[in-house]
C-alpha cells in the first residue's frame, strides 16, 4: 500500500520467492530472499515490480507483515478484483521465480521499540498488513509496550493472521470488529468499538491507523472526537 514517497536514492534489487503462505481465500503471503537487505521498521512499505517478456513492467507498493529478519521480508498481498498485479501474486507467482523489490520506503508511520507508550492499532481489511508487522516487532524485542489491536473486516474467513492472533500474547489484546456477518446487519466500526477496544486519551497512546480512505477518515475523526492528541494519530490509507 502506498506511503511516503520513494527516495531517489533506492535502487531496485532482485528478490527471490522463497515461500507461501495462504492467508485467507484472497490473500497471501509472499516470503522473498532478498540478498544485502539493508534492514526495515515496522511499518514500512517495499515495491514491487513485475516485467513481462516484452518488456512491460507494472509497480506496486506493499506494506511489509512482519520485522527484519536478516535478507528475509514478507509483504501479504489482498488480491483486487481487476487488478494488474495482485491477482499474479496471490495466484500466479511461483517459489524459485524472481522479482524486483525497491525498500524500504516510509519512516513516518513506523513503531520503533524504543518507543514506552501504550499503543493502539486499528486496522481495516488489508490495512492489517502493516500493524501486523508491529506486532511482531514488538514480540521480536521482548517489548512490555502494551498493545491494543482493533480489526474490521468483512467476516471471521476474512481475517489474516487468525491463527496467531488467537495465541496468548501477554500485554496484546485484540478484538475484531464484523462489517458484514452472516447472522447480522452490515455494520461500520464505530465509537463503542474504539471505546471497548481502545485506550482512553488520557492514556496518551500512540494511534496507527490503517486501511480504506473511509475507514480511516471515521476512525481518526472518533479519536479526535474522544480527546485524543492529533498529533500522536498516524493513518496511512490506501484505496
Known sequence: MAGTA???RLGWRVATLVDIVRETATASTLVLDVPGWPGHLAGQHIDLRLTAEDGYTAQRSYSMSAPADGDRVEVTVQRVTDGEVSPFLVDEFTVGSPIEIRGPVGRWFVWRPRDTAPVLLIAGGSGIVPLMSMIRARRQEHSK??????????TPEDRCYATELARPDGGLDVSYVYTRPSDGPRRRIGIVDITTGGWPPDFAPQ????????????????LIA????????KTERFG
Open 6 to 8: 520513494v527516495s531517489r
Open 226 to 233: 474522544l480527546g485524543h492528541d492529533t498529533h500522536r494519530i
Open 145 to 154: 509496550v502494551p498493545f491494543r489491536l482493533i480489526y474490521s473486516v468483512r
Open 207 to 222: 494511534c496507527f491507523i490503517c486501511g480504506p480512505n473511509g475507514f480511516v477518515e471515521t476512525a481518526a475523526n472518533i
